[in-house]
């Protein structure tokens, strides 16, 4: 089975603090996917890569950037985070989509 | 891109069949239907997809119409463990035709009760 790790499950970080949330996936899977989930909106899309060193902008990536240097890990980066960024983060991967625990991640 | 309608709660005896409807009218013909399910702080966990054929495997059963406009899981013998959001999901083609963006609607909160 495709297993994706998310490095925390709870993470609190202050306004303006840069933020980085890691991904790891143990198969050689080429999509890549960050979605952050709240209440009431469902799963959005913020950033997908198909390939390393290469990523495209999903439906909320204001905020938010990405780096993939390596198949295997994806990693979301919050360049200077603010409230309105509360949320569980989810990382997810190709064929079948397996996901990871997510990250509930507070700015306060 | 798709959308998905589902009921936004259930309730199932424990022992017995579950039945989740969804609703996808707008569906084109080379997208898939994708059930997820999640419980409480966790991850999204892949049930099962299908594109017209029924379709069944350990966990659960996928019904899709004819018209491929509605599709119904089956959770077989329900237990108290299945509580969960059971969503329903459309796949579409990325550009490159590598995956696809899943487009999570608010799914059905299901609830099995002793």
């Known amino acids: 089975d495709v297993k994706v790790t998310q490095s925390s499950r709870y993470l609190v970080k202050r306004t303006g603090e840069k933020v980085f949330l890691e991904c790891v996936q143990d198969?050689?899977?080429?999509?890549m996917f960050w979605y952050r989930q709240d209440p009431g909106l469902g799963l959005r899309l913020i950033y997908f890569?198909?390939?390393?060193?290469?990523?495209e902008k999903g439906d909320i990536p204001e905020g938010y950037s990405v780096s993939r240097e390596k198949k295997e890990r994806f990693s979301l980066i919050l360049e200077s985070a603010s409230t309105n960024q509360t949320s569980m983060y989810l990382c997810?991967?190709?064929?079948?989509?397996?996901f990871g625990s997510g990250t509930r991640l507070t700015v306060v | 891109d798709a959308k998905t309608t589902q009921p936004p709660s259930m309730d199932c005896a424990e022992g017995r069949a579950a039945n989740l409807p969804c609703n996808h009218s707008?569906?084109?013909?080379?997208?898939?239907v994708y059930w997820y399910r999640q419980i409480h702080s966790q991850g999204p966990q892949y049930i099962i997809h299908?594109?017209?054929n029924n379709e069944t495997n350990e966990m659960a059963s996928l019904i899709i119409t004819e018209d491929r406009k509605s599709s119904t899981l089956i959770l077989p013998h329900a237990t108290l463990r299945d509580t969960a959001v059971y969503y329903c999901?459309?796949?579409?083609?990325?550009?490159?035709?590598?995956?696809?963006?899943?487009?999570f609607g608010q799914g059905t909160e299901l609830s099995v009760k002793p």
């Open positions: 890569s198909y390939d390393v060193k290469m990523k």
């Open positions: 299908g594109l017209k």
């Open positions: 997810a991967t190709d064929t079948g989509y397996t």
């Open positions: 707008t569906i084109s013909g080379n997208e898939y």
């Open positions: 999901i459309v796949r579409v083609e990325w550009i490159y035709n590598q995956g696809g963006k899943l487009i």
């Open positions: 198969m050689d899977h080429e999509n």
